[in-house]
């Protein structure tokens, strides 16, 4: 083919597809799926299979949590969404599954339940049995209300590892880890300063008494409240000191 066309000059031209009337040859024949496609499944499964079993709850708390989803309408409206397709704008969404407009991007559908990220979206029938059951924690954890936000509590740092509690929790999160002890000690540093900075953002300078200023003292010395009307006489600052 090559040699007879030797004799001639030929010039290619590009011809883009959107000015094409027909479809070339390639899109009329695709090739089969390639064997990465499958392997792409199969990672995708197994790494389901992997956040399923890691979750710290047993087969009959999930066949419940099957029926009680099944059962509660914004989650049944949800799932509906999450697989059909949500609307572009939140005042389209039907008010049963506005409130889980915010984070769609994040929802998945599994086996029946309704996933946000790597965890369970609770109906809300079992709400407050879930938050009774969160609350009944170690009671040296939950009264740390100051470290929640870092996810450590003074017995965890002093054991390295997070405590076993009677609530269920991922078997990784209890194996020894090392404790960085400076970034916890300049975390709560940060945050003391940060304390201080929105306590004190309402506070100014007061300008120094002068002569004639008016102002409240106190009657007697342990006495609370300054009722006591008062004017400025001398500037201490400016008396003579002997």
């Not at 389901?48 to 099957?66: A, C, E």
């Not at 269920?168 to 999160?173: D, E, H, L, S, Y």
């Amino acid at each position: 083919m090559l040699i007879r066309l030797l004799r001639y000059k030929p010039v290619a031209i590009h011809q883009p597809g959107k000015m094409m009337v027909t479809s070339d040859t390639l899109s009329r024949s695709p090739a089969a799926c390639s064997q990465e496609t499958s392997n792409l499944h199969e990672d995708v499964r197994f790494h389901v299979s992997m956040v399923t079993s890691s979750w710290p709850v047993s087969d009959g708390k999930l066949r419940q949590l099957k029926e009680k989803t099944q059962q509660d309408v914004s989650l049944r409206t949800a799932i509906n969404y999450t697989v059909m397709g949500w609307p572009m704008y939140k005042q389209d969404v039907m008010l049963a599954a506005r409130d889980l407009f915010d984070f769609r991007n994040e929802l998945s559908l599994y086996d029946g339940l309704l996933l946000r990220g790597d965890k369970i979206v609770i109906p809300y029938s079992m709400r407050k049995e879930i938050l009774d059951r969160i609350h009944d924690g170690h009671l040296g954890i939950t009264k740390c209300r100051e470290r929640a936000n870092q996810g450590v509590s003074p017995a965890e740092l002093a054991y390295g590892r997070r405590l076993r509690t009677t609530l269920p929790a991922v078997p990784q999160t209890l194996s020894p880890r090392p404790v960085n002890h400076d970034l916890i000690r300049n975390r709560d540093t940060a945050n003391k300063a940060l304390q201080k900075k929105y306590f004190d953002r309402k506070t100014c300078h007061l300008p120094d008494l002068e002569p004639g200023d008016q102002g409240l003292l106190k009657k007697r010395e342990g006495e609370k409240g300054w009722n006591q009307p008062g004017e400025v006489v001398v500037n201490v600052h400016l008396a003579p000191t002997s």
